[in-house]
């Protein structure tokens, strides 16, 4: 019999009042009992009832009604039940609402992240511009305050981008222009502008691409964006180190494969398998968006990219592929 008293009194009295309701046991599954009533051989009820610590169920109230082909009321049977919490179905919804606390989590923590990014430039670009307008500095000064002012809103620029990209990429609007474009001459301007902006030693950088034209029928400006974060995050862990770019093509999957090898400091293997996922952030450095956008972009057009500590723990290989143009 049920475990819960009550319920196991309920059935008894049943038993003992209605002669015409016949009450069997099915085989017990996944520490659950189950109780099978049939009333009048012509409607069942299944009742499951899980034997567990009270503590780890929640009491129901199932009231069904069985009725004649007259329609007139057989019986009412009001049970309370210990049941369903083991069932496929509460799982499924259990499953569901976790999914959606932990999303919740993550929301607030991408904004609580993306707020601070955000503030990060806007605290020095307020501060220069009211040294400007107080015009109490020199010329040296105003030259490398506006220096500043401008390093400052182009990093505040490219952090609204990528938040609008994730935006799109999550309602599934962001969209492909694409053309016909050698990717070598795409890797050498990312890379000129990497250096730039970034302030890195050319003579660390190794170029280790392909000979011939590489011809992409993709979105120039989308592609370049991959291959600028994966140089920025590589610069960006790479103090003193080298860093390699490399391309070849895998002739079998008339593929190109596009590398970036750092000797930074390499990533926690904890992290890796989250590592392009939008919410990677408090583990990563920044928003954590430039890999999630990257892996988005390169998916549609129908590549992959995945990334690998180097042999002997020094550094981090970024790799992705793309189909090579007919």
Known sequence: MPTHK???QMVQNIREQQSNIDVRYIEQTSGTQATFLVIDRKASLVMEIKD?????FDDAIGLSTYSNSKAGVLSYISIFENLWKQTELYEDIKKAHEQLKNHDRMQKEFI???AHELRTPIQPILG???LLISKTGNIQQYKESLDTIS????????LTDDILDATKIESKSLLLKKELFNLNDVILNALDDIILSRDFNSENVRLLYHPQDILLEADKGRITQVISN???NAVKFTEKGTINIMTKIDEDRDLIVIGVKDTGTGIDPEILPKLFSKFA?????????????????VEAHGGEIWAENNAGGEGTTFTFNLPIAN
């Open 281 to 297: 952030a408090k583990s990563f450095s920044g928003t954590g968006l430039g890999l999630f956008i990257s892996k988005s972009i």
């Open 151 to 158: 390093r400052n809103a182009k990093r505040l620029s490219r």
């Open 230 to 232: 994966l140089l920025s």
């Open 52 to 56: 567990d610590l009270k503590t780890t």
């Open 112 to 114: 609580n992240i993306a």
């Open 6 to 8: 009550s319920t196991e």
């Open 128 to 130: 220069l511009s009211e």
